[in-house]
């Protein structure tokens, strides 16, 4: 079974910007779609952004035009560049992996966004 790992958060001021990563143990080709979740605290898991093995992608409204998400199915990755951070956008993310409906999860990494 492949494993997803995630990188690439931390603590940012807010207006900065993060890229975070998701690294998968084998070949992501069995993934329809991949993407990127976050939960903040006390509140429900949301999606973030997915992209489909052709490349199509989808944002949630309120990191449109901030985040962008891009795979390589090469190497077996899937990254998430975060600009232009608000507040709001604190949490732990969590990457995904959907294979026909069959989903992998990595272990989350966290996002804090100060002021």
């Known amino acids: 079974q492949v494993q997803l790992v995630e990188s690439g958060g931390g603590l940012v001021q807010a207006g900065g910007s993060l890229r975070l990563a998701c690294a998968a143990s084998g070949s992501i080709d069995s993934f329809n779609s991949m993407g990127w979740y976050r939960q903040a605290p006390g509140k429900q898991r949301d999606l973030v952004a997915t992209i489909t093995r052709s490349g199509n992608t989808r944002y949630r409204d309120s990191v449109k035009g901030r985040f962008t998400i891009s795979r390589d199915n090469t190497k077996n990755s899937v990254d998430l560049r975060m600009d232009s951070l608000q507040l709001e956008d604190t949490a732990v993310y969590y990457c995904?992996?959907?294979?026909?409906?069959?989903?992998?999860w990595g272990q989350g990494t966290q996002v804090t966004v100060s002021s």
């Open positions: 995904f992996g959907n294979d026909l409906g069959y989903v992998v």
